[in-house]
């Protein structure tokens, strides 16, 4: 099996981490009768780590059909080499990095961590825009 297909599966685990990690700190916050209900009622703000979790979630979100797309791509097309797989690991920690250092709201190092994780993704995506 291709290495990328391995690493996106790791990008799942990953999107699990982060869907349970917000619900975890917004059901501490607002209980457990929020979380198993229809959450209908207007709430206050999330706090900062709630918040922070969120934002982190959401911004995984936006950049993970990419990564799909990058990584199944190249197996499809039958581009895949060691420059595919070292991008796929390349964003992959990246995204494993980025997201304590955004709940703990560490700022510059998370965005130097965001952009290193789209150098991954391009160096991926590359052989999919050559003709």
């Known amino acids: 099996m ?5 690493i996106l599966a790791w990008g799942m685990i ?3 981490v ?9 059901t501490k ?3 457990p009768k929020w979380n198993m209900g229809a959450r ?3 709430l206050p703000p999330l706090n900062a780590v709630a918040g922070r979790l969120s934002r982190a979630q959401a911004n995984y979100m936006e950049t993970l059909p990419i990564a799909i797309v990058a990584l199944i791509g190249v197996v ?6 060691e420059w595919t797989a070292l991008g796929g690991w390349i964003w992959l920690a990246a995204r494993v ?3 304590p250092l955004y709940g703990f709201g560490i700022p510059v190092v998370r965005t130097i961590i965001f952009l290193s994780g789209l150098v ?3 160096m991926t995506l590359w052989p999919l825009l050559r003709i």
């Not at 499809?76 to 080499?81: C, D, E, I, K, Y």
């Open 40 to 42: 209908d009622e207007t």
């Open 14 to 16: 990953l999107l699990l």
């Open 120 to 122: 991954g993704l391009l």
């Open 29 to 31: 916050q607002y209980g």
């Open 76 to 81: 499809v097309a039958g581009r895949t080499s």
């Open 97 to 99: 990095i980025y997201l």
């Open 18 to 26: 982060h869907i349970f990690a917000a619900a975890h700190v917004k």
């Open 2 to 6: 291709p290495v990328e297909l391995t």
